[in-house]
């Protein structure tokens, strides 16, 4: 007031301009509002407009939706909550898929997306579950769980992964396994390995063809009776410890052979007579895989240690070649994946389903392949432990509802393709233990039901020394025999049939009745054909030696022998042929060159029979 006072001027000064900024501001003031309703109306104009042209709401709604992708992109890391058995749930991890392979961190254990619920994601762990704990992270890989397939694989080792657990480096899936002299193991076309999902689908109708290929086993009691066709599913079933695995691996053996003989034909030319003048030959290649499930450690490596034994085609005959073929190993031939009993129940239940995705790739290839599923009543328990723990409803047996699709599945992907497809081949050979013989548990009549026949071992047999202890009664193979070579179906037509009536004839011997003529003869008969057709393990027989076998005992060659005499009859009838092979005419050279048992292959036997004694 006093500098008012004292200076009017100026305080008149700042009266008229505060007031002039007064009315400044109430002028600008109501422009501002002006253009700000203006603005407002074109906002508006401009929303009704876009709202017309691109329905805005259901966008906004969208956005609003926790459902949609855009949202949950950062959700990608889970986080372990919960952890029991093997079996992880997870939270956050919105966007796996069904199947999809994940990695838990830090210790990168692989897993696989099992269930999907509303909140959490269960997983099962393909590793020792002590090294993930709660509050881990998880990742998703985006891929489905697959393994690397190839011929590369060829003579390894592997886990249900496709790690190698063998010592012989990482696994080149484009190279094969090579012996001394630098020859490749493969002969089948040459195409590239690759990554395959675990759960692939099985071959539909068009893609296949009927069964027309014999798969020689190399046991004879199999190859009369029960014959398998390339692309069938043949389960072997049997008791614990009566030699469901012998036969497996005996199979291994002799496609090994057989292979071996056709490489050494492919690759120096020699071995003709032994794959083109021969009638009872296979004329291509078939690779085995071995899946073990739940085995113990110790089967595995008496297994590869079998199979990694050098072996000579001279073993079986001698070879007119310039070319002396040297020693083959087995295992090069085949390959080996493992998941032992101490491996978690994740992986056993894995392991069938890899092997059976490596074993594609020869299909696929034009090539053919036998799978052996050691053993699916393991993997059905994997199973169970498996679903129990995801909390899945209990049925039979304490099995999941869906153990028979586990199985049916598996043994769908078992096929013989069409040409069109190449006509490669997969042949599936589950094998199923029983208790006490007891053919109808749950397992056992669900895989009955899916394949297309059953080869029985029964204990009773084994332990009275009939190895391999094939029960020739309760054993069929529905397709088969329309594989079987011609020689073979002919000579072995009245083999069942006098082995039925022996076991027959077996039992009034037991009561002490008075027998007839007739049926002495069968008794005699009938125990002579038992004794052929025992055979020792991993010495799997050639098709023509294995009808010369035949034609011995059901033409009556053997009935003035003693019982005991037979086996020795056997081998020395065996070393006859495999001397005079490439000599001279023998009846083996008459009946690979004909296919057909006829009256000039049994003139020659005879004639060999009178030559040599044996
Ligand atoms: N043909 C055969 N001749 C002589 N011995 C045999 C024959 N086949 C199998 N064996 C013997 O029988 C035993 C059991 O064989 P193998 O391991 O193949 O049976 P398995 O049914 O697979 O047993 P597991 O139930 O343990 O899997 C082995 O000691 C083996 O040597
Ligand atoms: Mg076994």
Do not use: W
Request: hydrophobic content about 40%.
């Amino acid at each position: 007031m006093i500098l008012f006072a004292k200076n009017p001027s100026v305080f008149g000064k700042r009266v008229s301009d505060l007031i002039l900024n007064n009315i400044r501001t109430v002028v600008t003031g109501t422009q501002q509002k002006k253009k700000d309703s203006q603005k407002k109306d074109d906002k508006k104009n401009v929303a009704a407009s876009l709202k017309k042209k691109f329905n805005l709401s259901k966008i906004k709604n969208l956005l609003n939706n926790k459902q949609t992708s855009l949202s949950l992109t950062k959700y990608n890391v889970g986080k372990v909550v919960k952890l029991k058995d093997g079996v992880a749930t997870i939270e956050y991890l919105n966007i796996a898929k069904a199947g999809e392979l994940i990695r838990f961190l830090p210790s990168y254990i692989p897993g696989m997306v099992i269930s999907l619920e509303k909140k959490e994601t269960l997983a099962i762990l393909f590793g020792n579950d002590r090294e993930v704990r709660v509050g881990d992270r998880v990742h998703c890989t985006g891929n489905i769980v697959s393994v690397a397939v190839g011929r590369g694989l060829l003579g390894r080792v592997v886990d249900p992964l496709g790690n190698p657990l063998d010592r012989k480096g990482s696994i080149n899936l484009d190279g094969q396994p090579y012996d001394d002299l630098y020859r490749g193991y493969y002969l089948g076309e040459m195409r590239y390995g690759y990554i395959r999902p675990v759960e692939t689908a099985a071959p539909g109708i068009i893609a296949r063809k009927s069964v027309r290929k014999p798969l020689i086993t190399g046991i004879n009691c199999i190859d009369s009776m029960v014959p398998i066709g390339k692309g069938q599913r043949e389960l072997i079933i049997g008791d614990r410890q009566i030699g469901k695995t012998a036969l497996g691996i005996d199979l291994i053996i002799n496609q090994a052979f057989i292979n071996e003989t056709i490489r050494h034909y492919v690759q120096f030319g020699g071995n003709k007579e032994a794959i083109l003048n021969n009638k009872n030959a296979s004329q291509e290649p078939c690779y085995c895989v071995y899946v073990g499930v739940g085995q113990k450690q110790s089967t595995i490596a008496r297994i590869v240690k079998i199979l990694s034994k050098s072996r000579h085609l001279y073993e079986r005959r001698f070879i007119k070649s310039k070319v002396r073929p040297v020693s083959f190993k087995p295992i090069n031939y085949a390959i080996i994946v493992s998941s032992t009993a101490s491996d978690a129940a994740p992986l056993q239940f894995l392991a069938p389903y890899s092997g059976s995705t490596i074993a594609e790739f020869f299909r696929d290839s034009g090539s053919h392949a036998v799978i052996i599923y050691d053993d699916l009543s393991k993997q059905a328990v994997a199973y169970r432990q498996m679903s129990l723990l995801l909390r899945r409803p209990p049925g039979r047996e304490a099995y999941p509802g869906d153990v028979f699709y586990l199985h049916s599945r598996l043994l769908e992907r078992a096929a013989q393709l069409s040409d069109k497809l190449g006509g490669g081949s997969l042949t599936a050979l589950p094998v199923i233990e029983t208790q006490a013989s007891d053919v109808s548990a749950y397992i056992a009549t669900n895989v009955i039901s899916i394949t297309d026949g059953q080869i029985f071992l029964e204990s009773e047999l084994f332990y009275q020394g009939v190895r391999p202890a094939i029960n020739v009664g309760l054993s069929v193979s529905r397709v088969g025999s329309a594989a079987q070579f011609k020689a073979m179906k002919q000579v072995a037509g009245t083999l069942k049939l006098e082995l039925a009536q022996y076991r027959e004839v077996v039992k009034y011997v037991k009561f002490g009745a008075s027998l007839d003529s007739n049926t002495q003869r069968q008794l005699h008969r009938g125990a002579r054909l038992v004794e052929l057709l025992k055979q020792p393990q991993f010495n799997p027989l050639d098709i023509s030696v294995q009808i010369i076998f035949l034609h011995l005992g059901l033409g009556g060659y053997l009935d003035l022998e003693e019982v005991d005499k037979v086996s020795s009859v056997q081998q020395k009838c065996l070393k006859f042929y495999k001397n005079l092979y490439k000599s001279s005419k023998t009846a083996i050279s008459v009946l690979e060159e004909k296919g057909v048992v006829d009256e000039s292959f049994k003139e020659a036997f005879n004639f060999d029979i009178l030559r040599y004694k044996f």
